[in-house]
């Protein structure tokens, strides 16, 4: 799936996220996170949510997960002062607040190679 928020693209099959149409470096951590907020826009995540669903459920500090927030957030053009689409809740969790488009279906990588040489 790709999805659209702001001016990202996410593009979960080719694990890629693109801002102002360049390619963003992003750590594979960050962006299972960034993907799990994204495709969990508008309800709360726990820290539960994440340790589960980015770690696995083996136990991280407060830090780990701050500093993956903060890589996401960079990653994507915002930041802790704005928190225009990566909202922390305090003691509660936290919310992507950005207004995402589902635009398409992500390509194999077969069948990207055979569109780009069409």
Do not use: N
């Not at 996220?17 to 960034?34: A, N, T």
């Not at 726990?46 to 980015?54: F, G, N, R, S, Y």
């Not at 607040?97 to 398409?104: F, H, L, P, Y």
């Amino acid at each position: 799936m790709i999805y659209k928020f702001s001016d990202c693209i996410l593009d979960l099959g080719r694990r890629t996220l693109s801002r102002d149409g360049g390619q963003q470096h992003i750590e594979p951590q960050v962006f299972d996170l960034l993907a799990f907020l994204v495709q969990s826009s508008g309800r709360t995540i726990t820290k539960e949510d994440l340790v589960t669903a980015i770690w696995g459920g083996r136990a991280i500090s407060d830090d780990a997960i701050t500093s993956r927030i903060k890589s996401a957030r960079k990653a994507i053009g915002d930041d802790g002062r704005a928190q225009r689409l990566i909202r922390t809740l305090p003691r509660v969790g936290y919310r992507f607040d950005g207004s995402v488009e589902a635009i398409a279906r992500a390509e194999t990588p077969e069948q990207a190679t055979i569109s780009a040489t069409s």
